[in-house]
Every structure is written in C-alpha cells, then in structure tokens.
C-alpha cells in the first residue's frame, strides 16, 4: 500500500518506520501544511499528524486529491461536523481518533462500562489525570477529553468536564469533572480514571511506553482505510459496539 505522511517529526518518522516494516511504502512525507493536493494524489490513503490549527485544511487538501485520509491530530473538533458532512455528501474517506493505542482503545470501552456501573455507587466520586511530554500544546489531552466523554454520556451525576494543568484550582460544581493535566519530560502518555470513596478507590489507567503503540494503530487504520470512503474511527476498526 502506498502512504502519504502530513507531518513528519517524531510521530510521523516512527509511523514511517512501522509502514514500511509492515510492507507499505511511503510516497510522500510533508512536514509543512502548505502543500498542494497534488503531492499526495499517489497515495492510496495519507496519515495525518500535525497541529490544530492545520489539521482541517489538511484533511481539505486529502479530499482535493480523493485520498483518504487517517487523522491523528488533537483538538481541531470544531471543524469536525463540517469535514464530515463534505466526507459523507462528496464519497470521501475520513478515519479520526483522539489515540490511536490499541490498548487505549480497550480503556475507552472498559471506561464507559465504569462509569455506567458507577450510577449505582454515589458514594464514589471520580478525577482523572493525565500526563504527556513538555512538547504536548494541547490540555487536557484529546484522550483525556474521549475519556471525559465516555463517563458524562454513561454517569447521571456528571454533566461536563474542566480542565486543569497541575496545581491550578477552578470553582466548580458536583456535577464537574475535573481532569488535572502534568507535562513531564519524556512521558509519551498517561490516563488515569479513579474513583474514590471514603473506604477505598478504584483505578483504570493506561500509560504508553513508547510511541509505537500510537504507530502501529494508525497503520492498521490506514490498511483498514483503503478504497473505504465514509466517516469511521477506533470502534469501527476494532469492532466495538
């Protein structure tokens, strides 16, 4: 399979040595979001990773070339309703996920199923955090913000998050889910949901080692992506309901 990168630094050079290992070649990789569509048009499907601010006009430019596209960026949602109705009306291909760890996609689920058991338990309040490397922009992260989701749509007592960087305190109310955010050398992720009561706690977390797991997903994603034309993501692939 042939794969265009849109963004090439530390994700895209480890996504690039886990493609070509699983047979795929790269016909492009651009470190810049002012490229034209024509640079990918080879591609049977492109991987983006970039920045917020890029991401959407990237994904414009994947549908320009009738690539479909795989989007590993954070924190552009608020383009997402449009993207998706140009991907849906005009036979485009668009993949997104706020993590691509197949083991944080277990979490996700496991989460979900939590928080709705935890309707039953009010003695129970629940926090998350979250910790990435210093060069993380975004907060709390794309993951934490999944994570955050899953517990208000399945927890009656919670009804939105905040988020907070480490030390930060905000005025809020029982119904607020907090999610504290650290950035630490060198930490590529960490996720924790606890739930604490006055007798014990109850912890789900997930901490990546390394960026291969980020990697490997978005791999099998793109393979998956191939010829696809629609709006998908981690529950489509991994065949979550």
Same mark, same amino acid.
């Given at each position: 399979m042939k794969i265009a990168l849109i963004g090439y630094g530390k994700m895209g050079k480890t996504i690039e040595k886990v493609?070509?290992?699983?047979?795929h070649t790269i016909v492009a990789?651009?470190?810049?979001?002012?490229?034209?569509?024509?640079?990918?048009k080879d591609a049977d499907v492109a991987i983006e990773f970039t920045q917020p601010d890029a991401a959407a006009g990237n994904i414009k430019k994947c549908f320009d070339a009738n690539v479909p596209v795989v989007v590993g960026?954070?924190?552009?949602?608020?383009?997402?309703?449009? @993207?998706?109705v140009i991907a849906k009306s005009n036979?485009?291909?668009?993949?997104?996920?706020? $993590?691509?760890?197949?083991?944080? +996609?277990?979490?996700?689920?496991?989460?979900?199923?939590?928080?709705?058991?935890m309707n039953d338990f009010p003695e129970y309040e629940v926090q998350m955090d979250e910790t990435?490397?210093?060069?993380? @922009?975004?907060h709390p992260s794309g993951t934490a913000a999944t994570l955050a989701e899953g517990i208000i $749509?399945?927890?009656?007592?919670? +009804?939105k998050y905040i988020g907070l960087l480490e030390g930060q305190t905000k005025d809020?109310?029982?119904?607020?889910?907090?999610?504290?955010?650290?950035?630490?050398?060198?930490?590529?992720?960490?996720?924790?949901?606890?739930?604490?009561?006055?007798?014990?706690?109850i912890v789900i977390s997930h901490n990546a080692k390394n960026r291969l797991g980020f990697a490997q997903g978005a791999v099998r994603a793109a393979e998956w992506m191939?010829?696809?034309?629609?709006?998908f993501g981690m529950n489509d692939l991994l065949n979550f309901d």
């Open positions: 493609a070509v290992e699983r047979g990789a651009i470190d810049t979001s002012d490229f034209d569509p024509s640079e990918i960026t954070t924190s552009w949602y608020d383009s997402y309703d449009e @993207l998706s036979g485009k291909g668009l993949f997104t996920a706020t $993590n691509f760890s197949i083991g944080v +996609n277990i979490l996700f689920h496991l989460n979900s199923k939590l928080a709705s058991i990435h490397h210093l060069q993380k @922009l975004d $749509n399945s927890l009656d007592r919670k +009804n809020g109310s029982a119904f607020d889910l907090q999610i504290i955010s650290t950035r630490e050398p060198d930490v590529p992720g960490f996720h924790k949901v606890t739930y604490e009561s006055d007798i014990d706690e191939k010829n696809k034309t629609g709006v």
